[in-house]
């Protein structure tokens, strides 16, 4: 289910979306965008052909060890453009119990945060629980990377907080992994997040050439898989 929410008053006969979304984009030669989305279903379809055996076992593993769905969905911000943002619901594997925000409402994880369950720890310090987001990315809400996409319950407060936290997605889609995500990990509180916008600044700037973007996702990739081994997930 994808929406979209407005931000702006102005209609879309006053301001022709194709016109606004290119100039948006104008940075990102057409070879960037094209080749970015063609990686992204190649690397997305081959990484869900690869783990089709892992997918039950992981599925399997949550029920025995929790009650509730295997899935989690989450409503998360998605690309900017000149007239709306764009909404979506974003998967993961389960890794809390069901009712985590039933009396906080939308918080930040912590460390050692006594909401995660006991498998939920391993599949986030594996990143094994982001998985489902392959599925996200085939149809076409995310990116394999990009800017990490962001609560709506949080979004008002960092904008406000943060210069150039809104721009961070202008244009771009948010991703499973990116520079921010495998330079710092998860946030934790308003100032890991003030910390990531630089980073994410820094990848779209990279878009505006071919082969700095390409080494910038191959690098980006290595280090995602480095991160994964490793279990430094949080």
Known sequence: MNMTINTVTQTADQQPHTARHDDLNSYVPKTVLLAKRAMDIAVAATGLLACAFLLPLIALAIKLDSPG?????????????ANFTHLFWMFKFRTMRVDAEATSGAV???KGD??????GRFLRKT???EL???FNVL????????PRPERPGFYQKLETAIPFFAERTFGLKPGITGLAQVNQGYDRD???VRSKVGYDHAYALSLSNFMTWLG???RIMVQTVVVMVCGRGQ
């Open 69 to 81: 769905p295997v899935i989690f969905r989450q409503l998360r911000i998605g690309h900017a453009e």
């Open 108 to 110: 930040w994880a912590t």
């Open 114 to 119: 006594p909401r995660v369950t006991a498998l």
């Open 127 to 129: 990143r094994l629980d």
């Open 132 to 134: 489902p987001q392959l």
């Open 139 to 146: 149809r076409g809400d995310m990116s394999l990377i990009g």
């Open 190 to 192: 308003i100032e890991d």
């Open 216 to 218: 910038t996702d191959l």
